[in-house]
């Protein structure tokens, strides 16, 4: 889930944008304590992309300006 800033304080209201990285099996079991999560621009495109570590290795998911895409 992710609530976009506004540059005032404020934020929109929190949208999902990738369901690959949540807490349920169907989003693939992500634990906080086990599989940490980060955003970082992986890209280098000056978007900030989602990047976890978990079970089999390194999951990425590109930032696509209003969505991500699981890599």
Known sequence: MVARG??????ERAVL???GFGHSS?????R???HPRFVADVTGEKLVDLVGFGGPGVHV???LDRRFVLH
């Open 6 to 11: 506004r540059g005032n304080g404020s934020f």
């Open 17 to 19: 944008v990738c369901a």
């Open 26 to 30: 169907d989003a693939g079991a992500w």
């Open 32 to 34: 906080v304590d086990r």
């Open 61 to 63: 998911a590109r930032n």
